[in-house]
C-alpha cells in the first residue's frame, strides 16, 4: 500500500494543531513540509520556527523537501529541529554525494529530488546511497498545479533500476496526486505519494486517506 504524506503548504495554518490530530486520526504515514526560499522556487514557504511547532504537535514522520539554494547550509538545522527525513534537489547542488552524506550523519532519512526537466540519469551515482527518490510530477514551487504526465516514465525507469540492483529505496511523488493520477504513479512503481490541494479540499481526511491509499 503506497504510503501517504500529506503536504502542509495547503493545510489551514490557523488551524495547525487540530489539523495534525486528524491527521494522525486519519492514518497517515507522515506529513511533508515544503520549504522554498523564493531563489530556487519563485515562492517563499515556511521554515524553522513552524517546523518547531509541527514538531511539539505530532509525533508523526516528518518528511522535509528543501526547495532551497546552498542546501548545504541548512541540512543540519532542519534536523536539529525535528525533521525524520530531509530531500534535497540534485539541481540546487554541485555536491550531491557530500549532500547526501551530510543528510545520512544527522541521522535521518535522506532523499534526493529531481524536477519535472531533469533526468533520471543525474542521480544514478547516489541511487545507493537514498533512502528515498522524489520524482516531481509538477514544477516545484506552488500547491494546486495539474500533474505532468510525462514524469510518469522515470517512475517507472527508477521502479525498473531498483528491481535489477535490488536497491530499497522509496520512490516518492509529489505534485498534482488526486484520485485519478494516484493510479498511474502507484501503477508505475511510486510507493510514497505527497498530496496537497487534492488532501486538505476534504472535510473528512479519513475519506481523503482512503480514496488515495485504496
Ligand atoms: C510543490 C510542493 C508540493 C505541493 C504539492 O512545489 O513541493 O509538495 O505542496 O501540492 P499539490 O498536491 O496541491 O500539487
Ligand atoms: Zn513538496
Known sequence: MVKLYPSLLSADFLNLQQTLVNLENARVDGVHFDVMDGQFVPNI???IPILDA???ATSLPIDVHLMIEKPEDYVKMFADHGADMISVHVEATPHIHRLIERIKAENVKAGVVINPGTPV???LPV???????LVMTVNPGFGGQTFIDNCLEKVSHLSHIKAESNLEFDI???GGIND???HSVVEAG???A???SYYFNHDDFNVATQTLKG
Open 54 to 56: 509541527v514538531r511539539k
Open 194 to 196: 505527497v498530496a496537497g
Open 190 to 192: 511510486a510507493t510514497m
Open 180 to 182: 485519478q493520477t494516484i
Open 172 to 174: 516518492e511523488v509529489d
Open 121 to 123: 540519469s543525474s542521480i
Open 45 to 47: 514557504s515556511i521554515g
Open 127 to 133: 541511487l545507493k546511497m537514498v533512502d528515498y527518490v
